[in-house]
């Protein structure tokens, strides 16, 4: 897959990403254009693009955030263009990102919950494509901050290294970060914040 370039994309390619952007993500899961160029202003949370060498065509894009407290990435979103996928250009993505930020420890990620219905088998399809490239399930009772209240999600980590474990102050500080610099939009986020961090257990 050496056809494959990924750069930061910036405020200049969020246009073109927010169609696709809009149709990859559930409503009540994704930012509005104006709070994504807002984040986007404040440096530390960036558009990435991944794009084919030969023809400059958009194969996939990630929203992340560069944690300061923990040394690590935080993926806000991340998607392969449908004509793209199955293709191994979803794992290309997620390796970088992965060792994204030099020295740092890897990256933080939400996933769907499976649920009963049409779209459980690709819930569960996805947590085996991350499992397989090697990140795990973190034992957070984890709540995706929204309008309406936590949405409850799985949130797992892919170390950049052969790190073994994380430690309960590093993840309650990474979750603490990304509530307070990624959903300044969210009014009701230091509540489910609360709760989310009373799950981790100290270890």
């Known amino acids: 897959m050496a056809d494959l370039y990924i750069v930061d994309g910036g405020i200049n390619e969020l ?3 927010y169609q696709l952007f809009a149709k990859d993500f559930p409503i009540e899961e994704r930012k509005t254009y104006d709070q994504l160029e807002f984040l986007l202003s404040k440096k530390k949370y960036k558009l990435l693009v991944a794009k084919q060498r030969n023809n400059n065509e958009l194969v996939g894009y990630a929203f992340i955030y560069e ?32 060792q994204y930020k030099q020295d740092g420890l890897g990256l933080f990620f939400e996933v769907e919950i499976p649920v009963e219905g049409e779209n459980k088998n ?9 499992e397989r490239l090697g990140a795990k399930k973190l034992e957070v009772g984890y709540e995706f901050p929204t309008s309406n209240g936590g949405f409850p999600m799985y949130l797992f980590f892919k170390a950049s290294s052969d790190l073994q474990k994380l430690s309960s102050k590093l993840i309650r500080e990474a979750i603490a970060e990304a509530f307070e610099e990624i959903h300044i939009d969210v009014k009701n986020r230091e509540q489910i914040l609360a709760k989310v961090l009373s799950t981790i257990e100290d270890c």
């Open 122 to 130: 690709n819930q569960l399809r996805r947590i085996h494509f991350y």
């Open 67 to 98: 944690l300061e407290q923990v040394n690590a990435i935080w993926l806000d979103y991340m998607a392969v263009n449908k004509e793209f996928r199955n293709k191994g250009y979803g794992a290309i993505l997620l390796n970088h990102l992965a």
């Open 15 to 17: 246009k073109n990403v």
